[in-house]
Nanobody, 115 residues
């Protein structure tokens, strides 16, 4: 069973940048989709970005143009580059991997955007 471990969260000022990493304990080559979700206190978990094995990406309007997802199957790693961060981006960010019949979640990493 593959485990996903996120890192790179922290406290950043509005307008700043952070790069989140998601390292898998096994191969992500079979994971058709790799994504990032976030959950703020009192809110539902929401999709932030996903990328498929062909490199096609999707972002909701709330982060489009500010966040970039990438993956390297050889390194079993997915990244989320976040820029122009806003206080409303504050949340726990989770990595997700989907393969046929199964999906995987990391434990989450806290991102706090505050002055």
């Amino acid at each position: 069973q593959v485990q996903l471990v996120e890192s790179g969260g922290g406290l950043v000022q509005p307008g700043g940048s952070l790069r989140l990493s998601c390292a898998a304990s096994g191969s992500i080559s079979n994971m058709t989709l790799m994504g990032w979700y976030r959950q703020a206190p009192g809110k539902q978990r929401e999709l932030v970005a996903f990328i498929n094995n062909a490199g096609h990406t999707y972002y909701p309007d709330s982060v489009k143009g500010r966040f970039t997802i990438s993956r390297d199957n050889a390194k079993n790693t997915v990244w989320l580059q976040m820029s122009s961060l806003k206080p409303e981006d504050t949340a726990v960010y989770y990595c997700n991997g989907v393969e046929p019949g199964r999906d995987y979640w990391g434990q989450g990493t806290q991102v706090t955007v505050s002055s």
